[in-house]
């Protein structure tokens, strides 16, 4: 049989993202073509998330969809919400294959007995990310901090981290492909090292890359407010490589609630450390992943999180309105919040964070920096083309005949929309 087409889709985050990409680079076969989620194909992988109910509702949908547009298809499901309910996903019929996040690296051998003109591959590197610009690479995986809203430790239990040397040498193999910019992903960044027979950690690894120049770029993906140590400011402070960009996972603005979530970090701990990063780092791009609505948000409460992130100012919020999840603490606390009061806040904090970054963008008017070149636009009839700044600043610049992965300097000029729009100086 020849002419076997694939589709894929992935839910939940960029280590999910980066789970996918190896599962297709052990499928490349010249009988093999992948094609669009929505078109008919004869095998389909979900890799699921279960982050919230929404995700795994999300999940089944897409489990759904694949049997209903070709019923003689095989139906593949992994990710985190195999863990979660496997029971579940075995009573659905248009289920064929199971594989849980330990044995995704199953699902190409079984593709390869289930096909036998298809021929895998163990690629040593992954060597290509869907033609990204900014190729994920998951550094760690697994977490036992156990915050009393998240399912995740109970899907990923492993802790696993990449071996210094194997990061260099998979960064480097990215930049021979013509990459100039790589994200450092994982479950818990913070972990990173910690299972190794050499001890190392996230600090360290940064400061061997850096020393090392293997890539033009190189960006961390999430961490927790005490990871940011004054040595790791100064290491971003005074790296050409590590970009000056935080995602920092504060998850509230309240320490009533931080003590609830069973959180490490108190406000003070972030205060703290942002404003010690923001002296050192004065162009510093940051913003904070919040939780809304978790059990014991009052409305004094909800309006302290609130005052809190005015002193703070972040760059931008991504908010995630609280999801009863099972196994865990929070699902079984007292005071849980109306979902009409969480819709209303979530607002809330989502219009918050658009002041936010809108207030940076129009500081940012008149600035120059360096934007990476990613991909051709079409926004109210003009041609752009898109990238980012170094410190994050999605950058478009109309007329430009540049190439993708190239780097152009530009002058900021004006905000369009969620944009800033600049000139080649």
Do not use: W
């Not at 219009?351 to 991909?375: A, C, D, H, P, W």
């Amino acid at each position: 049989m020849s002419g076997i087409k694939i589709a894929v889709n992935t839910l939940g985050c960029k280590a999910n993202l980066y789970d996918t990409m190896l599962i297709k680079n052990q499928l490349k076969d010249h009988h093999i073509e992948f094609v669009p989620f929505k078109e008919q194909a004869d095998i389909y992988i979900i890799n699921t998330c279960t982050v919230t109910n929404n995700a795994d509702a999300q999940s089944r949908q897409l489990i759904r969809k694949a049997k209903r547009q070709a019923p003689h298809s095989v139906v593949i499901v992994t990710g985190c919400y195999t863990h979660v309910d496997e029971k579940g996903l075995r009573e659905m019929a248009e289920v064929d294959y199971i594989f849980n996040n330990q044995e995704k690296d199953q699902i190409a051998l079984t593709i390869g007995s289930l096909f036998p003109s298809v021929t895998t591959q163990e690629h040593h590197f992954l060597t290509d990310f869907d033609h990204k610009t900014r190729p994920f690479l998951k550094i760690q995986d697994g977490c036992h901090s156990f915050c009393s809203y998240c399912v995740i430790p109970y899907a990923r239990t492993m802790m696993h981290s990449m071996k210094p040397q194997k990061v260099i040498e998979q960064i480097k193999h990215f930049s021979d492909q013509g990459y100039k910019e790589v994200v450092l992903t994982g479950i818990h960044l913070g972990f990173y090292g910690e299972d190794l027979d050499q001890k190392t950690d996230l600090y360290h690894l940064l400061k061997q890359l850096d020393q090392e120049r293997v890539i033009e770029r190189i960006r961390i993906s999430s961490i927790d407010p005490h990871e940011i140590t004054p040595e790791l400011i100064q290491l971003i402070k005074e790296s050409e490589i590590i970009q000056p960009h935080l995602h920092i996972a504060l998850q509230y603005g309240e320490d009533t609630i931080l003590k609830r979530m069973r959180r490490r970090d108190r406000i003070g701990v972030a205060i703290e450390r942002i404003q010690m990063a923001r002296k050192e780092i004065p162009n510093l791009f940051f913003g904070f992943d919040i939780i809304v609505g978790f059990p014991g948000e009052s409305d004094q409460i909800f309006q302290t999180c609130i005052n809190t992130l005015n002193i703070l100012q972040p760059d931008y919020l991504h908010v995630f309105p609280y999801s009863k999840r099972p196994f865990t603490q929070a699902a079984q606390f007292d005071q849980q919040v109306h979902g009409k009061i969480i819709k209303k806040r979530a607002k809330t904090l989502r219009t918050l964070s658009m002041q936010f970054t809108q207030n940076r963008y129009k500081r940012e008017i008149g600035s120059i920096y360096r934007v990476l070149i990613e991909q051709s636009i079409v926004l109210n009839h003009i041609h752009y083309l898109m990238g980012h700044t170094d410190h994050f600043l999605p950058v478009l610049i109309p007329n430009a005949q540049y190439k993708k992965h190239q780097f152009v300097t530009a002058q900021l000029n004006e905000v369009v929309g969620d944009y800033l729009v600049g000139s080649v100086v």
